[in-house]
């Protein structure tokens, strides 16, 4: 299974909101991923876990909240969002980040955030 | 951080081969050239990787500069689905994506 699947597709929300986004994979990596991307845009990443604690958090305002339950599972808990968080958001996994080689990176489809 | 430089836009008529280039001058010894693509509204997928000797998969070929200051992919054959935009990337540890280049293939 090369899959990484992202739920829900399409999100909704107002500014008072809290909603979750959820991504899961079983390919057995060990390096999680979080990226932001809005219309005509490249991927600007967010958060990257390795083994299920947080190693980078690229300045993300604190409305964004990443968790990390288990090796499989990745959460993205949204609260008091803006209408400029409206985008694309992207998890993506690798093997690891282990020394200094990348891993090359399976992405999900992605969740279609609104806020209104 | 090696940067990256490539055309913002490029057409292929279908069947043909679509060769994108990529400059990567400032590019590490140890550093390789990746390439994903992202059709639109999907996420990027991987295509292919490489440090110095040319590779292929059953997606494309790289072809890297015996300088590794460019490399060029190589779809031998392009599809309308091959339309998206294609990112070469040199990345150290996390993934930075640059503008890419949108391609084309017209029927």
């Known amino acids: 299974d090369t899959e990484v699947t992202q739920t829900p597709k399409h999100l909704v929300m107002g500014m008072t909101n809290k909603k979750s986004l959820k991504c899961e994979q079983h390919m057995g990596h060990r390096a999680m991923y979080w990226y932001k991307q809005k219309a005509k845009k490249p991927p600007e990443l967010m958060f990257v876990y390795s083994y299920e604690k947080l190693s980078i958090n690229e300045s993300v305002p604190s409305r964004f909240s990443p968790e990390c339950p288990n090796s499989s599972l990745l959460n993205l808990h949204l609260h008091a969002l803006q209408p400029e968080d409206s985008a694309l958001y992207l998890c993506?996994?690798?093997?690891?980040?282990?020394?200094?080689?990348?891993?090359?990176?399976?992405f999900g489809p992605g969740t279609r955030l609104t806020v209104l | 951080d090696a940067k990256t430089t490539q055309p913002p836009s490029m057409d292929c008529a279908e069947g043909r081969a679509a060769n994108l280039p990529c400059n990567h001058s400032?590019?590490?010894?140890?550093?390789?050239v990746y390439w994903y693509r992202q059709i639109h509204s999907q996420g990027p997928q991987y295509i292919i990787h490489g440090l110095k000797n040319n590779e292929t998969n059953e997606m494309a070929s790289l072809i890297i500069t015996e300088d590794r200051k460019s490399s060029t992919l190589i779809l031998p054959h392009a599809t309308l689905r091959d339309t998206a935009v294609y990112y070469c990337i040199v990345p150290p540890r996390q993934l930075t994506f640059g503008s890419g280049t949108q391609l084309t293939v017209l029927p």
């Open positions: 400032t590019i590490s010894g140890n550093e390789y």
């Open positions: 993506a996994s690798s093997q690891d980040m282990g020394g200094s080689s990348y891993n090359e990176q399976f």
